[in-house]
């Protein structure tokens, strides 16, 4: 019997028809870009490139953000760095030399984070620039193969234009025809 009853019957047939008009349309694609001249395998590599330019542009907009990220810890750390030396400064200025060498310490623990996160960023840049040459070479290979798609629309547009040439060639009236051919003797 019915799962869900008449409601079940009615989801279950609205799901059946969508999927039946998804293939049905998905056909319709298909001989449509037959039609242009566009073969499946040219169309799945023209999705495969796009797909892969998405990706390396995901992650080179990821190494931006990452590298941006890193130069501000690195400057906070700097602000850090030069108010507790400043402090130092003061400290000595006041008399405080044990309270200036604490700063001093502490503004050596945060030298070291520093130059850490200075290295981090120096690397974060060099795969940010080899990401870049990545995306432009795939790019590249995108126009390449958006030519090729283009120059195949275009051949199978021209072929197109000859078959229907010639068609309407051979459907102008026989009689009319044989006069002008007469005409040139």
Do not use: H, W
Request: hydrophobic fraction near 40%; glycine fraction near 8%.
């Amino acid at each position: 019997g019915l799962v869900l009853g008449p409601f079940g019957a009615l989801f279950g047939a609205q799901i059946g028809s969508s999927i039946g008009s998804k293939r049905a349309s998905e056909q319709s694609a298909k001989d449509g870009m037959k039609e242009m001249g566009i073969t499946p395998e040219m169309l799945e590599m023209a999705e495969d490139i796009g797909a892969t330019l998405d990706r390396a542009v995901v992650g080179l907009n990821a190494s931006k953000e990452s590298l941006d990220s890193q130069q501000s810890y690195a400057r906070r750390l700097q602000g850090t760095i030069d108010d507790l030396f400043d402090k130092a400064k003061d400290a000595m200025a006041a008399g405080d030399e044990e309270k200036a060498r604490t700063l001093l310490m502490e503004k050596q623990g945060q030298t070291d984070r520093l130059k850490k996160a200075l290295s981090a960023c120096l690397l974060e840049k060099k795969r940010m620039e080899k990401m870049t040459i990545n995306v432009g070479a795939i790019e590249e290979r995108a126009m390449e193969i958006d030519s090729l798609l283009r120059r195949s629309v275009s051949a199978k547009s021209m072929q197109d234009i000859n078959l229907s040439e010639d068609f309407s060639l051979s459907i102008e009236d026989p009689l009319l025809q044989k006069f002008r051919d007469l005409e040139k003797d």
